[in-house]
């Protein structure tokens, strides 16, 4: 139950801090009270009017604020009233506050759903199963299958690659290593239990190559005072400034999905430090360079990959050939450049730029005026209609490819997802298209039980 807990707090101060970042890029315009004048009146409005883009879970804080687009004009809002509002026309959920407590139903087939998730698998595992995904006409994911992709979200660009503003050349790396015994690789993570079981790993790793851990997770070595309060370090140019002394950094997403890429990736990247990276198996697509990341996956076993970096420390060609977008100051993947150039929003409260979530806004108002527009809503029904490729992470695997713990909770998560996303669907798709929490329940123990759910995860005792 605690883990549960635990799970649900970390979303929590997730949208709270995305939240806080719309706010404090709005310009200042994003404040409540912006209803007065210029809002649609609740449940009335003729045809000719904006359209209306609700978002069902809270999330900016906005109660009314009318945006221009580009191909028009919508009216963004919070208020839930506007759910039978005539010019409704999009209903916008944030994934780890998507909860099946707490649905707008019945479900008018006029209206689309919109899902903004660029969170890890790990926070809503309904995500990953078709038959939920397929209830959403329009996504915005780290995944790039989905309509409108976040998958840079943690690159501010492709010169923070490139900046040799924090880079620590090779012969220092090697003096600091003896000099402040620095060892060769860094980890730093403070979330512990994760469906990748990234601490199993690295503490194999740690029997054959040193590695300093900062973090709360396979403690042994102290960041400095002022920067041991988790919120707000990592983006301190003195952490950053301690990563960059490194030779390597360990890269571990807390959960494997395509795409799915975080800051994990990108800090080392930015700074002139090495990833040993594992989590998006389409990892590569992303790198500057053919040959920028270590794979953990391309290694049998830790003991292997411990090997392969002990030949880079004893060789600085071969460690510098990993470095080519610091020390050529070149980027050469065309697919990294190229969506980099495509990509309108900024981060870091980029106020030039705005931030992704205006952003997706905007995209879904314009898609939502170019359909209504036009006459093609019979010409291709499925066309707006999500699938496992705007999402759809498969069954957690763990770093080390094996689970020796008999039960894993991530697993049994995801499986009972599986199910629950089939009986979701077909709740908000047929008559009477509403249903309370215990009526969702108690269709899926039945599901469960015809699934083998119960053979394979046996309930414990405390859950009877
Ligand atoms: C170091 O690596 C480079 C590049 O792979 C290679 O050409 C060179 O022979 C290596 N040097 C030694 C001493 O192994
Ligand atoms: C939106 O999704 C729903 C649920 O899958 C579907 O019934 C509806 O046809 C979709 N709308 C459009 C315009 O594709």
Redesign the pocket.
Known sequence: MSRRRVVVQSCIVLVACLTWAKCATGKGSLQRGDSAGGAPPPSTGGAGGEAVVLWWTPFTGIMGQSRNCGLGSCFFTEDRSYLHNKRLKAVLFYGSDFSIEDLPLPRQSRHWWGLLHEESPKNQPLFDHQPVLQLFNITSTFRRGSNFPLTLQHLKSIEALTSTREFVPTKEKNHLLGKESLAPVVYVQSDCDTPAQRDKYVSELAKYIKIDSYGACLHNRDLPAHLQDPAGTYNHGDFRALVAKYKFAIAIENAGCDDYITEKLWRPLTLGTVPVYWGSPTVRDWEPNPHSVIVVSDFQTPKELAVFLHRLL??D??YE?YLKHKLNQEVTNAYLLETMEKRRWGIDNDFEKGNFIEHFECHVCDQVLTRHSGGRSKANPGEFQADLSHYGCPEPETVLGEDEEARNFWVEQWNKARVEAQVLHRLVSLPPKRFTPDEFFDAVIPELQRDGFFQRFPPEHEEL
Request: charged content about 20%.
């Open positions: 004893e060789n060609t071969l050939s």
